[in-house]
């Protein structure tokens, strides 16, 4: 397939990941990006989470990001990366509905989740974002040094 006169090089084209790829490359990561609408507005807060039982989890202190997040009809969590060696990046979206964790049992498994806030502020809160969805991609960085053959 020629595009401008080109033509698309294998490692240029864009492979979906399979949902155990997509998870696993969650859990690898330290920080994704919570979207989120408050009104009529998009708004994109940057959480550090951990993967529990097929869920995103994160804390929150009260806030915007908190109301939003769990009084909204939907969120989307993001997640990519950049692998140098391989040329690779990557990107990892979960939507679905976030929820606050009060039950106490959900509460007390929480708390021994190794999840802690990097800020110092106090994050009280448990979020869990119960997938509908999630999809991923890979593929080979523009302007990458070497090309794979």
């Known amino acids: 397939m020629a595009v401008d006169g080109d033509q698309l090089h294998p490692a240029d084209e864009i492979v979906q990941l ?19 609408s408050i009104g009529d507005h998009p708004d994109i807060f940057p959480v ?12 929150s202190g009260a806030g915007t990001k908190l109301a939003a997040s769990v009084l909204g009809k939907a969120v989307a969590f993001e997640v990519d990366g950049f692998d140098g060696e391989a040329g690779e990046a990557w990107s990892v979206v979960v939507k679905g ?9 959900e509460m007390m498994e929480a708390d021994d989740l190794p999840l802690f806030p990097w800020h110092r502020g106090p994050k009280p809160n448990v979020v869990r974002i119960e997938p509908d969805e999630i999809t991923g991609r890979r593929f080979y960085a523009a302007g990458r040094v070497d090309r794979p053959d």
Do not use: P
């Open 97 to 105: 509905r976030a929820r606050l964790v009060e039950n106490m049992w």
């Open 48 to 59: 550090n989470h951990i993967v529990d039982d097929g869920a995103v989890v994160f804390r």
């Open 18 to 36: 399979s949902e155990s790829e997509c998870w696993t490359l969650i859990q690898r990561s330290d920080v994704g990006r919570l979207a989120v």
